[in-house]
């Protein structure tokens, strides 16, 4: 079934209707070529309860499709905590596939970030540029995969600046390939609990430096290892996403 997201404005405060604009009007009617009677999902865009609410197709006009309500999944498809990822800026388009798998995998933000051994680097211009497509690219993911938000990436930030954006979540992580044993790795995963709000911070390339992981350990930023294999900065998240997804929702 497909999945959309719109603005609380495009449904009736009772939830009844929905009505569908612009591109996403395009798309079920002229490309997924959808008929009245069948049926699709919403999610509101500045909700994050985490409920999915169903609709069959009523209407389409020249410039609209009208839902009708079917029914409402309060439970939703989010992970009952939230995971914020830190991604140092990686080579050539790389942060688009990054960003791609972990709004699959449950991430709640996306935060790209300049370290010392970056070896992109964003004027304000690109910056904002590339944030408007990364930001794109996040909604097209949350819409294939269901979710009930649409997670944010923001602007880059500096490693200072992730570091305190961080400082109030419960759980803060450092894939490191010094960092202890698996079995250390899977005693703090095991102590994570549902609620909790979850940073991850990836390295670029080469690695953090050493004078980085010293700042996170100054800041209660926890070395963890994720085998003993080194991952390359496009896989390290999604696996550490994808160890936080199933002990979240076993």
Not at 11 to 18: C, H, N
Not at 82 to 95: C, E, H
Not at 109 to 126: A, F, G, H, N
Not at 168 to 196: F, Q, S
Request: with cysteine; aromatic share 8%.
């Amino acid at each position: 079934m497909y999945h959309f997201f719109v603005d609380s404005s495009q449904i009736t405060p009772d939830f009844k209707k929905v009505e569908i604009t612009g591109g996403d009007f395009n798309h079920i009617a002229n490309v997924l070529r959808m008929h009245i009677g069948e049926q699709f999902s919403v999610s509101i865009r500045d909700d994050d309860s985490g409920k999915e609410i169903f609709y069959e197709i009523e209407e389409i006009t020249d410039s609209s499709v009208i839902g009708n309500l079917c029914f409402i999944e309060e439970a939703g498809n989010e992970l009952p905590s939230k995971i914020y990822l830190f991604q140092a800026l990686p080579k050539v388009d790389k942060m688009e596939l990054i960003i791609q798998k972990a709004v699959e995998l449950g991430a709640y933000e996306i935060i790209p970030m300049s370290t010392k051994r970056c070896v992109v680097k964003l004027d304000e211009k690109k910056a904002l540029s590339k944030q408007k497509r990364w930001q794109a690219i996040a909604e097209a993911a949350a819409k294939q995969s269901k979710r009930a938000i649409i997670p944010e990436v923001a602007m880059p930030m500096t490693m200072k600046q992730a570091i305190d954006f961080a400082l109030g979540m419960e759980v803060k992580l450092i894939p490191y390939e010094n960092a202890k044993g698996i079995e250390a790795t899977k005693e703090i995963i095991d102590n994570i609990k549902p609620g909790h709000n979850i940073a991850v911070f990836i390295g670029p390339e080469g690695g953090f430096s050493e004078e980085e992981i010293a700042l996170c350990r100054e800041n209660d930023i926890k070395p963890i290892t994720l085998g003993k294999r080194i991952l390359r900065t496009e896989t390290a998240g999604f696996t550490i996403i994808s160890w936080l997804m199933y002990h979240l929702e076993s």
